[in-house]
């Protein structure tokens, strides 16, 4: 199975182009994938980020100057057209793809290294999302919204790679992120929970945050630099977020993740439930403790 022949790129304001690949880091300091010399830019502004076979969104990380797309602040991740206009501070940049033809110079190469390689692995699942998004977006002010979401992406994917997880991909005003399985992988999970719980009681801005645990179907494709997860455990996560939504709860687990977390006693039942598309009701567990205000 071939990806289509992508080649995707940043074109600078002198022509320059920046190639991208994988996770993109835009900003002041020299560990950015893609530095930027202006004052004006923050030392970590903003990441563009490879997700699925094809796509790249950008997130700002509650950088001061904002970043804008054609125009317009962004206040969550946004996922980039052909044409695009990024502008950070004073520097201006344009998102570029082309689909290449097989008969295209660079065709062979490309499609030599867009073959997917799949593979299955058991995997952590979390999905995570800012409650009432747009009702906070209505009730803040415009200068002050977008850099407290973007701080909330910075803050939240430091915790995941911190914890040894893995950003598969953001979702607008949430994420979705892994853990591959393994002796001890729910030692780095139980920590990334404990460390986003402390996040709860503290964020300006409320979210939530549920995990599952189950197999899934890990495809990589090598100009993308980032794996796709795939699989009915996949989508059964996202499904779990409505219902922890239902219940009240900022913090849900399925049963399965409760069990492979070891935390039999230190969580509580908090309601069985169907799952839309899945055959049965299903326990799902909150950690113990008050919740998070």
């Given at each position: 199975?071939?990806?289509?022949?992508?080649?995707?790129?940043?074109?600078?304001?002198?022509?320059?182009?920046?190639?991208?690949?994988?996770?993109?880091?835009?900003?002041?300091?020299?560990?950015?994938?893609?530095?930027?010399?202006?004052?004006?830019?923050?030392?970590?502004?903003?990441?563009?980020?490879?997700?699925?076979?094809?796509?790249f969104w950008i997130v700002d990380l509650g950088s001061a100057n904002g970043t804008y797309i054609n125009g317009r602040?962004?206040?969550?991740?946004?996922?980039?057209?052909?044409?695009?206009?990024?502008?950070?501070?004073?520097?201006?940049?344009?998102?570029?793809?082309?689909?290449?033809?097989a008969m295209h110079p660079s065709g062979k190469a490309v499609m030599a290294s867009t073959?997917?390689?799949?593979?299955?692995?058991?995997?952590?699942?979390?999905?995570?999302?800012?409650?009432?998004?747009?009702?906070?977006?209505?009730?803040?002010?415009?200068?002050?919204?977008?850099?407290?979401?973007?701080?909330?992406?910075?803050?939240?994917?430091?915790?995941?790679?911190?914890?040894?997880?893995?950003?598969?991909?953001?979702?607008?005003?949430?994420?979705?992120?892994?853990?591959?399985?393994?002796?001890?992988?729910?030692?780095?999970?139980?920590?990334?929970?404990?460390?986003?719980?402390?996040?709860?009681?503290?964020?300006?801005?409320?979210?939530?945050?549920?995990?599952?645990?189950?197999?899934?179907?890990?495809?990589?494709?090598?100009?993308?630099?980032?794996?796709?997860?795939?699989?009915?455990?996949?989508?059964?996560?996202?499904?779990?977020?409505?219902?922890?939504?239902?219940?009240?709860?900022?913090?849900?687990?399925?049963?399965?993740?409760?069990?492979?977390?070891?935390?039999?006693?230190?969580?509580?039942?908090?309601?069985?439930?169907?799952?839309?598309?899945?055959?049965?009701?299903?326990?799902?567990?909150?950690?113990?403790?008050?919740?998070?205000?």
């Amino acid at each position: 199975m071939n990806a289509p022949l992508l080649q995707t790129w940043l074109r600078l304001s002198d022509g320059r182009q920046h190639a991208l690949k994988g996770t993109c880091g835009i900003g002041r300091h020299p560990t950015n994938t893609l530095q930027l010399s202006s004052s004006e830019v923050s030392r970590r502004h903003a990441i563009i980020q490879a997700q699925g076979e094809a796509e790249f969104w950008i997130v700002d990380l509650g950088s001061a100057n904002g970043t804008y797309i054609n125009g317009r602040r962004l206040s969550q991740a946004v996922r980039l057209r052909n044409g695009d206009v990024i502008r950070i501070a004073d520097v201006e940049l344009e998102f570029a793809t082309e689909i290449l033809s097989a008969m295209h110079p660079s065709g062979k190469a490309v499609m030599a290294s867009t073959m997917i390689r799949m593979e299955q692995a058991e995997c952590w699942l979390m999905v995570a999302d800012i409650e009432g998004s747009t009702k906070l977006a209505q009730n803040t002010a415009p200068e002050k919204y977008p850099r407290l979401t973007g701080t909330w992406f910075k803050e939240c994917r430091q915790i995941i790679d911190d914890c040894g997880g893995h950003m598969s991909k953001y979702l607008g005003d949430g994420f979705f992120c892994y853990w591959t399985g393994g002796e001890g992988s729910h030692i780095r999970v139980r920590q990334a929970i404990a460390n986003l719980r402390a996040a709860q009681a503290t964020s300006s801005l409320p979210f939530r945050v549920v995990l599952h645990h189950g197999s899934a179907v890990l495809g990589s494709v090598p100009t993308m630099s980032e794996l796709n997860l795939h699989g009915p455990e996949v989508n059964f996560v996202f499904r779990i977020e409505k219902i922890a939504a239902n219940l009240g709860q900022r913090m849900l687990f399925s049963e399965k993740a409760m069990h492979q977390l070891q935390a039999e006693n230190e969580v509580v039942l908090a309601g069985e439930s169907p799952v839309d598309g899945y055959t049965g009701n299903f326990k799902f567990y909150a950690p113990l403790g008050p919740k998070a205000a």
